[in-house]
């Protein structure tokens, strides 16, 4: 069973419509929980951290966390082209929070079509 | 923008031969990380560092070495490089002082080994 997964994708959404993105893992003790966007030929950059159960909301993006499922998530409203990118999901490490590791998932990439 | 350089940016190299990346920061920051990036499994540890000298094995560092003489620079050695090995090599940084998850990356190092 993989640390972190996400969902498979490629997931396709409409100019202006609202993308989905989940992610699910495993380890109980988890207590940091981030999402990165990579554009293809780029490094990952950090769009959202959440460590609490409930939303966080940043301009168009929420994050939510729900740890008794252990599932966190990031919406995204109004979806432009421009957020056509991978997005990963990376979970503080099994037993390395004071190193500050992260196990990442493996990536949904999202296009969103005019 | 997290100070964070990587060099050579491309490179290719034979099969057994040594290579080895830099990671240079700006910020001293004290923990940094190596990953490798590859279609499929999203992005792995390979290595990292809480200070000077002070390094420690991520999920996947068999074949790879690491030095940090100085708190700016952490250099990834393959000691005999193999094909297994092509991959596009990202640092990161964290920027906090207890070792806080919220990583940063480099702009990566795209390697073929031939």
């Known amino acids: 069973q993989k640390e972190v997964e996400q969902n498979s994708g490629p997931l396709s959404v409409p100019e202006g419509a609202i993308a989905s993105l989940n992610c699910t893992y495993s380890d109980r003790g988890s207590q940091s929980f981030f999402w990165y966007r990579q554009y293809s030929g780029k490094s990952p950059e950090l769009i959202m951290s959440?460590?609490?159960?409930g939303d966080k909301e940043d301009g168009r993006f929420t994050a939510q966390l729900n740890k008794a499922s252990q599932y966190v998530s990031l919406l995204i409203r109004d979806s432009q082209p421009s957020d056509s990118a991978t997005y990963l999901c990376a979970v503080n490490a099994p037993g390395g929070t004071s190193y500050g590791k992260l196990t990442f998932g493996q990536g949904t990439i999202l296009t969103v079509h005019p | 923008d997290a100070g964070i350089t990587q060099s050579p940016r491309h490179k290719v190299t034979e099969t057994g031969t040594p290579v080895t990346l830099r990671c240079h920061q700006t910020e001293n920051h004290r923990y940094m990380y190596w990953y490798r990036q590859d279609p499929g499994h999203g992005l792995r540890l390979i290595h990292y560092?809480?200070?000077?000298?002070?390094?420690d094995k991520g999920e996947v560092s068999d074949g790879y070495s690491v030095s940090r003489s100085k708190t700016e620079d952490f250099l990834l050695t393959l000691e005999s490089a193999t094909s297994s090995q092509t991959s596009v090599y990202f640092c990161?940084?964290?920027?906090?002082?207890?070792?806080?998850?919220?990583?940063?990356f480099g702009p990566g190092t795209r390697l073929t080994v031939t």
């Open positions: 959440i460590y609490s159960n």
């Open positions: 990161a940084i964290t920027k906090g002082a207890g070792g806080a998850s919220e990583q940063y």
């Open positions: 560092s809480y200070g000077v000298k002070d390094t």
